[in-house]
């Protein structure tokens, strides 16, 4: 699959997830936005500032977690996670 492609269909995947009605369990929604942001950010670089409280630490914590991943791969399981919550 070519990075276009790709990235045609994590956008799809994005717009998807937003317009989502049903909740998500909390451990889904740090999955997706591990995914989320690894795919569009890369690597995350921890830095805890003074705003720092514990929603954010669960966030961070998810990011790195994946943080292996490249952009691609991450992209590639927010899009299955995606159609996966679709289908149920």
Same mark, same amino acid.
């Given at each position: 699959?070519?990075?276009? !492609?790709?990235?045609?269909?994590?956008?799809?995947?994005?717009?998807? !997830?937003?317009?989502?009605?049903? +909740?998500? +369990? +909390?451990?889904?929604?740090?999955?997706?936005? !591990?995914?989320?942001?690894?795919?569009?950010?890369?690597?995350?670089?921890?830095?805890?500032?003074?705003?720092?409280?514990?929603?954010?630490?669960?966030?961070?914590? !998810?990011?790195?977690?994946?943080?292996?991943?490249?952009?691609?791969?991450?992209?590639?399981?927010?899009?299955?996670?995606?159609?996966?919550?679709?289908?149920?």
């Amino acid at each position: 699959m070519t990075n276009e !492609a790709l990235d045609i269909l994590f956008q799809d995947a994005f717009e998807k !997830a937003s317009n989502m009605t049903k +909740p998500l +369990p +909390p451990d889904v929604m740090l999955r997706l936005y !591990a995914y989320y942001k690894q795919a569009t950010f890369g690597t995350s670089n921890y830095n805890r500032n003074d705003t720092f409280d514990l929603r954010n630490a669960f966030k961070t914590n !998810a990011w790195i977690q994946i943080s292996h991943l490249t952009q691609e791969e991450a992209k590639i399981l927010y899009v299955e996670t995606v159609n996966d919550l679709l289908k149920e």
